[in-house]
């Protein structure tokens, strides 16, 4: 059975040559349409025109949204490169783009190539490759190899609406892992209300994480260009700024982020992501065609997190929210390694004894059997903001930088009692 395929190559001088050699027939493969540029093969893909795309680097427009869309049609792709255009086959690869041949290959491996494709898509049709699309990632920068980089931990700080205090404890928990003497990167990708930058006084101007997926979403993301939109706050923290207005959410997304999480993985020992709170995929719904999801930079962050901290606010409000949020977040990463921590607790909301109180609503309505608690201290909290400090800096005997500083040390297999007792700045000079 002759395999039907569509060509997307922007004006290659070999691709006649190419087409003329497919026409034959063999190898079981045969061009169904020539596509003159990404609209035209999208809408052959929708089609149903041809079940595999050979497609060269320098298509215009082409960036890993396109290829998501293809691949989620169920069509394979193949990339084609001349035998001397390395930076070509270099962007298909960080595009996604598994398989790729060259522009003077003969028939039959052209043929083998989308077989190939085609049998990788058949073995795994949810989730072909590494970013939600097409093929593996390939994380190697201009000189380096990913196997010379450690596989770092990614930690997503979640919760429901209500500002539980996720940005608080994403902050004082990156702060504290790199006075653990990990390297550290923290990353904002909440769409809703991102606010980290402010939290630590830095200047936000800088594209941050909007940069990194707009260089990841066109294959020109490595390890040290997200290095360089990670700014380097002290020797082994970093941080990944937000985005500055929420309108902008359409620049962080899903397909893109999966580049930057795997390379944040070879970049830092730990990754600490303050996700949004909304976990609703209902955007596609109101689309007849593919859309962008704005909850997608939640969704994907929670799907490749190593732990998922789920940040409870210690109150009757913010209790009930996190109960009924909680079920929500088990559908959407059942596997998730999710870990309960109760902020903000005092007595004064919650009554006598409150860490039992709390214990047990939640062991009753959610299930939930182990919880880190972490209290209340206002004071040390607004001092810490009002300086764009860290809790180390402006209250470093507090209670709640203690509790957050225990489980840092948790989550880093580390002994509480090891802890460096040096104070590090966490802030850009001004």
């Not at 027939?25 to 035209?40: F, I, K, L, N, T």
């Not at 929708?46 to 595999?52: I, L, Q, V």
């Not at 182990?370 to 903001?385: E, G, S, W």
Request: charged share 25%.
């Amino acid at each position: 059975m002759t395999v039907p395929v569509l060509t997307a190559v922007s004006g290659a001088e070999w691709e006649s040559r190419l087409v003329a050699a497919l026409e034959t027939g063999r190898g079981g493969v045969s061009v169904a349409r020539r596509c003159v540029d990404v609209a035209d093969m999208l809408a052959s893909v929708a089609a149903g025109h041809g079940r595999a795309v050979l497609l060269s680097a320098d298509l215009r427009r082409l960036d890993r949204e396109v290829l998501s869309r293809v691949a989620s049609a169920g069509v394979a792709v193949v990339g084609v490169a001349s035998a001397d255009d390395e930076q070509g086959e270099r962007r298909l690869r960080q595009l996604g783009v598994d398989t790729v041949v060259t522009a003077d290959a003969d028939v039959s491996a052209v043929a083998d190539a989308v077989h190939a494709a085609l049998g990788g898509m058949a073995a795994a049709p949810s989730r072909p490759g590494g970013a939600d699309g097409v093929g593996e990632l390939d994380v190697a920068g201009p000189t380096d190899s990913a196997a010379e980089h450690p596989v770092g931990r990614l930690v997503a700080v979640w919760g429901p609406t209500g500002a539980p205090g996720r940005t608080t404890l994403s902050v004082n928990l990156a702060a504290e892992t790199a006075l653990l003497g990990r390297t550290t990167l923290l990353v904002d990708a909440d769409t809703y209300g991102g606010s980290i930058a402010q939290v630590l006084g830095l200047l936000d101007e800088a594209p941050g994480l909007a940069g990194a997926a707009r260089a990841a979403n066109h294959g020109k993301l490595d390890l040290p260009s997200l290095a360089r939109h990670a700014r380097q706050v002290t020797a082994r923290l970093r941080v990944l700024t937000g985005i500055t207005r929420t309108e902008r959410w359409p620049e962080v997304r899903a397909t893109s982020l999966e580049v930057v999480w795997a390379l944040a993985r070879g970049l830092a020992e730990t990754t600490v992501v303050d996700c949004g709170f909304c976990l609703e995929q209902d955007e596609e719904l109101s689309f007849d065609t593919a859309a962008p999801l704005r909850n997608g930079a939640t969704l994907s962050t929670l799907q490749n997190a190593d732990v998922v901290l789920a940040v409870a606010a210690a109150d009757p409000v913010g209790l009930q929210r996190f109960v009924r949020a909680l079920s929500d977040l088990r559908e959407a990463v059942p596997r998730a390694d999710v870990r309960v921590v109760v902020n903000r607790m005092r007595s004064s909301v919650v009554g006598s004894n409150p860490d039992r109180q709390v214990r047990a609503a939640l062991e009753r309505y959610a299930g939930v059997q182990r919880i880190v608690v972490v209290p209340d201290d206002r004071p040390a909290v607004d001092a810490a903001l009002l300086k764009g400090q860290t809790l180390a800096e402006a209250a470093p005997t507090s209670a709640v930088r203690q509790a957050i500083a225990r489980l840092a040390a948790d989550l880093a297999g580390v002994a509480a009692s090891s802890r460096p007792r040096r104070r590090g700045r966490v802030r850009l000079l001004r």
